[in-house]
Structure formats: C-alpha cells, structure tokens
C-alpha cells in the first residue's frame, strides 16, 4: 500500500488510540462497559490493521509470530494460575477473596511506604485483584488468538488450480 | 423519539441482509456482512449493552471481515455459477417456481410473529428473565465485590469465573486447531515470503 499515503498516515494516526482504548477497556473493564475479551479484540483489530497497510513482515516485527504464539497460553495460565494462587493461599479454585490476605497491604505497611493507619481498602480487594488479573489472562489470550489466526490466514499463499 | 433512531437501523438491518442473501459478487457480500455487523453494534448499544456492542463491532465488524477477505483472496473471485453468466452482480433466479418456498416462508414468520405476543414487554421488570434466578446478584455484587460497580463484570469474572476459565480455553483450543489446519508444515518461520493480503496486493 506504498501508493496510498492518505491510508498510511492515517493508520498511524489511528492505531495509538485504538491500543489506548483497548487498555481502557481491559483495564477499566470492572468499572465500565468492557472486560479481557473486547479489549483483547480491539488490540488485535489494531495489530491486523497495521499488518494490512504496511504488510505481514512489518507487523511481524512489531509482533512476531513466535511470542504470539506463546502469548495464547500465557493467557490461559495467568487465568489457572490466579485460580491455583488461591487454592494455595487456602481457599478455593478462583475463590479471590483469598488474595486479600496478601502481602498487598501488610507489606507497604510494614516497609513504611504507607502509613500505618492506611485503611485496609486503599490496595485493591481480593476481588478486585482477582478479576483484574482473570480478565488480564482473558485478553492476553484473545488478542494472541486473534493475531495468531490472522497470521495464518495472511501468510498463505494463493491456490492455482 | 427513540423511534427516529431504531426503526431506520432495523429497516437497514433487515435491507442489508437482503442485500447479502441475494448478491452474488463474493467481495461486496463480505463488506454487506461487515456493514451488517456494525448496524448489529449499533443496535446493541440502544439496547443498552455496550459490551456486546464492543465485542460485534470489533469481532464481526472488523477481525471476520478481514478475514473472509483474506479467504477470497485466496479463492476464484465469483461465485462459481455466476461466472458463466453475464458479469452482472445479481443473477437470475433459478426457474423453479418460488411458490412453495414463499409459502414455507411466510408460515414460520407468522408463526413467529405470534410467538412474540407471548413475550414480556421489552424492559418489563416482572418479565421471568428478571425475577427468575432472583435478583440477589444485583443485591449482593456491592458488598461481595467491595464496590465494583459493573454487575456484569462481576458475574463473569467472579461468581462465574470457572465458566469464564472455560471459555478461554476455548478460544486457545480453537486458536490452536486453526493453527494447525491453516499454518504451512514447510516453513518453520511461520512468515510467508509474498504475502498475498498485505502490502501491495491489499
């Protein structure tokens, strides 16, 4: 698409704003409209728009097959793994509640970063932490999985028969 | 007022699938669907469910485009039986006689007009859908949840996060399958040396 300046400039243009809404609506997503699976969608319709205008290698580079690929699972083990996390701190599978005994508030507290008197509700709560990181593992996958098929679909060649 | 808004976009829904069901050239069906969607998305925000709105303009709007796009591209162009035909889009009709299809056609739609009369009004806060699993999620997600205002939110990821766990192993699994199908054995790289969509062939 070298002969369509417009189109060019435009995406760059359009693609930094399309990432920050995306992070918007992974991570204002237990406040607002939104979750891990729309933003997942949206990062990945802004890393294909980019691989449609300047073409496979150049979103190869920004995001290269072999980390997307491994991205798929990650997303799914940040998922399992806050589920095991609080199996191991005592409850049970996904129960978040648990994650509020951490060290997330008794530990800044301990090293003086905080005051002593900080109420117990100023770092987030077992299940806020909890659905942050579940919907950060749910967009990580999807926006993989997204790229990943995209890439599969791009990267053939045509048949002639 | 709400009327000026909904009754032109289902007019344009119901114009749009029409215009899919009927047009032959392959690229302008795909862009009718794309535009199908984004009508879809814009119907789901009065509908007051900005999520699924994201998730169609994003998704069916945008990544399924691209990608049927991407399997014309590697496909003939035009619809095979159009191709002996004339070049224009809408072909004619097959000669066998419309009537019974009409008929079958006309009878479910009846009947599914009439079903609707058994519907709740739409919003209608007695309607089973809102009373029946009892409203405690809505009561209780405030003080479980310690202030996170998005019941839907908290549905999902919390009181059915196990389900939520399932379905993105779902989508990894089918991730995974496209992957297998579609990726060439041939190269290890996964980076195809003249990419058919992309760059100047797009």
Redesign the interface.
């Known amino acids: 698409?070298?002969s369509f300046p417009i189109i060019r400039v435009i995406t760059k243009l359009l693609i930094p704003y399309i990432l920050l809404f995306g992070l918007y609506?992974q991570f204002h997503?237990?406040?607002?409209?939104?979750?891990?699976?729309?933003a997942g969608?949206?990062f990945?319709?802004a890393l294909?728009l980019y691989?449609?205008?300047?073409?496979?290698?150049a979103v190869?580079k920004v995001a290269p097959?072999?980390v997307i690929?491994k991205l798929?699972?990650l997303?799914?083990l940040v998922?399992?793994g806050t589920?095991l996390a609080c199996m191991l701190l005592g409850g049970n599978?996904?129960d978040?509640d648990m994650l509020n005994h951490g060290i997330l508030t008794e530990l800044p507290v301990a090293l003086d970063f905080l005051p002593g008197d900080t109420p117990y509700?100023f770092l987030p709560?077992g299940?806020?932490l909890?659905?942050f990181l579940?919907?950060l593992?749910?967009g990580i996958?999807?926006t993989?999985?997204?790229t990943?098929?995209?890439?599969?679909?791009?990267?053939?060649?045509?048949?002639t028969s | 007022m709400m009327d000026f808004i909904v009754i032109p976009i289902l007019a344009l829904l119901a114009a749009t699938a029409v215009t899919v069901a009927r047009i032959r050239n392959l690229w302008a069906a795909v862009m009718f669907t794309g535009i199908y969607s984004f009508l879809s998305a814009s119907w789901m925000l009065i509908l007051d469910a900005p999520d699924v709105a994201f998730t169609e303009a994003a998704v069916g709007a945008g990544i399924t485009t691209i990608l049927m796009l991407a399997t014309l591209s590697l496909t003939p162009r035009r619809h095979r039986k159009s191709s002996r035909l004339s070049s224009e889009d809408f072909e004619e009709r097959p000669s066998k006689s419309p009537v019974i299809p009409l008929l079958i056609v006309t009878i479910t739609g009846c009947a599914l007009v009439y079903g609707t009369f058994d519907m709740p009004h739409f919003g209608d806060p007695n309607a089973p859908i809102q009373v029946y699993p009892e409203p405690s999620f809505v009561e209780k997600s405030q003080p479980d949840m310690h202030g996170l205002p998005n019941v839907v939110t908290a549905v999902l990821a919390s009181y059915r996060g196990y389900d939520t766990l399932g379905e993105t192993a779902v989508i990894f699994t089918a991730g995974i399958a496209v992957l297998l199908i579609l990726r060439k054995n041939t190269d290890d790289q996964g980076i195809s040396e003249s990419p058919p969509l992309t760059g100047e062939n797009a």
């Open positions: 698409m070298n609506v997503g237990d406040f607002g409209p939104g979750g891990g699976f729309q969608v949206i990945a319709a294909i691989g449609l205008v300047y073409g496979l290698p190869h097959p072999k690929e798929t699972a997303g799914l998922y399992a589920g599978f996904l978040y509700h709560e299940q806020h909890g659905i579940v919907e593992g749910v996958t999807v993989a999985v997204m990943m098929i995209f890439y599969a679909f791009a990267g053939r060649e045509r048949v």
